[in-house]
């Protein structure tokens, strides 16, 4: 923090402009500048070296990767903020500078002007936040559920390394990255529709055994055969851990008997599952049709 409001001021002084009294001002207009001409940083740290004041390297690197745009300020969780891209193609799991996102503009569901950028292997908001505008809750029902898809599909990006604005930047440092793999969403399988989420849950809660090893975590049902009581279920905080859980069979488990579950080992594992399942649907399908 203390390199980004130096560099702020640098930035002000290179340009001959008088920085704002307010500090989130003078970090915005700062960052506006620097998005205009990107050049501006260099002439801020030569600044800053002629006055023998020091820069943070790594700060440095960091801003020259700023992203100053419009995002979806969708909620925030334990394992981060949800940000969305205007367009809605890709998700951001993001650590705050100093707080979260909802300490500063509240709640959830919010277009803001904020910047984020890579840094020590994550993905850090600067906690500046402009213009802001509360989505209605429709609007943030249609965010919401795209951002469900997006995760199922592995949009989620939680490392610099894996999303597009610095996405090339580390492919030149190391092997080419591919994007991540879009996941297609088949018959019988389908995605929880986010207004019955609650009951969903409520569901899940009333058929779980008491002992059930899946009680111990806060639980978001994303998709279900539309055919039968199996599910995909992730963990609310969102930490990536996704399981299989299927309440027409059971197993024994310590000592108890449980409905049957497992822990998804990646996104691959789940693409073939529904894989699979969409070829024995199909299967079935012709079978019954080849019957009439």
Known sequence: MTTYERVAIALHAVCDKKPPK????????????????????????????????????????ALRQLQLAEWV??????????FLNQEGTEAYSVVGLTQLPSAIIGDRGFLVETALCPFAGKILCDGIFVARIQLGQGIWRSFHTRYLSLKAAGRLHRKPA???????????????????????????????????????????????????????????????????????????????????????????????????????????ELELIIQQDHQQWLDEFDDETDAR
């Not at 003078?26 to 820069?55: H, I, M, N």
């Open 73 to 82: 300020h969708l909620k925030d969780l334990k394992s981060g903020a949800i």
């Open 162 to 268: 894996t999303a597009p604005p610095w996405q090339r930047a580390a492919a030149q440092s190391a092997a080419p990255l591919k994007d991540p793999p879009a996941l297609e969403i088949l018959e019988p399988w389908e995605m929880v529709p986010l207004d019955v989420v609650d009951d969903a849950l409520a569901y899940l809660e009333a058929k779980l055994q008491h002992h059930h090893p899946l009680r111990e975590h806060a639980l978001f049902p994303l998709l279900k055969r539309e055919d039968s009581q199996i599910w995909i279920v992730t963990k609310y905080d969102d930490d990536g851990t996704t399981w299989l859980l299927d309440l027409t069979s059971k197993r024994r488990f310590q000592g108890r008997t449980i409905y049957a579950f497992r822990q998804l080992t990646d996104h691959d």
């Open 22 to 61: 307010s500090p989130s001002a003078c970090l915005a207009a700062a960052r506006k500048r620097l998005q205009q001409t990107p050049a501006l940083l260099d002439q801020a740290v030569r600044f800053l070296e002629q006055r023998d004041t020091e820069a943070d390297p790594e700060v440095i690197t």
